[in-house]
């Protein structure tokens, strides 16, 4: 809970104002820097910690994102998961399109990584027929 005062009254003001199960930007933001491996290079890792240190979740998030892109890492299905849920909540379009738009690239990247190539067997030959054609037409005489 957040609590903010005015001179005659203070209210307290849920973490999470859509009320349902969507991640909090800090959550979210050490998540992603947990998964970060060890190799990835001094400046970027400290550059996501000192936005974190400074509770600048939102760049931390951001610069994370950055980082798996510039590194060609993967991200668990389940925090893309989370990052689609708390993205749909953001009141900054701009913000919301530019994160999106980094998130798009990570999943983009990853089921190409994922999509096996095809054998040279199974690639299709333009202009050529079927090696089996003729086999098939010798069984429906």
């Given at each position: 809970?957040?609590?903010?005062?005015?001179?005659?009254?203070?209210?307290s003001v849920p973490d999470n104002p859509t009320g349902g199960n969507t991640v909090t930007a800090d959550e979210l933001a050490w998540r992603l820097a947990d998964l970060l491996p060890p190799v990835l290079p001094d400046m970027d890792r400290h550059a996501i910690y000192v936005a974190l240190g400074c509770r600048h979740f939102r760049s931390a998030i951001t610069l994370s994102l950055r980082a798996v892109i510039k590194h060609r890492l993967g991200l668990p299905a389940v925090m893309i998961d989370d990052l689609h849920t708390w993205m749909a909540v953001l009141h900054d379009d701009g913000e919301r399109a530019s994160l999106q738009a980094l998130l798009q690239m990570v999943i983009q990247r990853e089921a190409a990584r994922t999509i096996p190539p095809l054998a040279p067997s199974r690639r299709p030959q333009v202009g050529r027929a079927p090696a089996d054609a003729g086999v098939q037409s010798h069984h429906h005489r």
């Open positions: 809970m957040r609590f903010h005062r005015d001179r005659h009254r203070s209210i």
